[in-house]
């Protein structure tokens, strides 16, 4: 019924920049927070950032705060996380997806569209 699809991933050096985006279809996007998470190899999938339904609310995981900004463009039906200051440690697979309700959640579970995930690797 809806479907993510996120790009923006890639390789890039530690200190360095990357900005990914999500396309989401539906004309309900706009009704709904959106948020990333992601998951390393040998670890469990990990919240990142979250953004309510309006845009007028953020939250953001500790380890990102103050270099990951999340945004969206409910026009253009398309969820932003620009990753700023990049670290080794973030490395991960990233994930799109929407939140069960208008506010956005920390865990997997208020989450319940998912896209495929895009690579982020940040070498040393």
């Known amino acids: 019924q809806v479907q993510l699809v996120e790009s923006g991933g890639g390789l890039v050096q530690a200190g360095g920049s990357l900005r990914l985006s999500c396309a989401a279809s539906g004309r309900t996007f706009s009704n709904y927070a959106m948020g990333w998470f992601r998951q390393a190899p040998g670890k469990e999938r990990e919240f990142v950032a979250a953004i309510s339904w309006s845009g007028g609310t953020t939250y953001y995981a500790d380890s990102v705060k103050g270099r990951f900004t999340i945004s969206r463009d409910n026009a253009k039906n398309t969820v932003y996380l620009q990753m700023n200051s990049l670290k080794p440690e973030d490395t991960a697979v990233y994930y799109c997806?929407?939140?069960?309700?208008?506010?956005?959640?920390?865990?997997?579970?208020?989450?319940?569209?998912w896209g495929q995930g895009t690579q982020v690797t940040v070498s040393s």
């Open positions: 997806a929407k939140d069960r309700n208008k506010y956005g959640s920390t865990w997997y579970g208020g989450y319940d569209y």
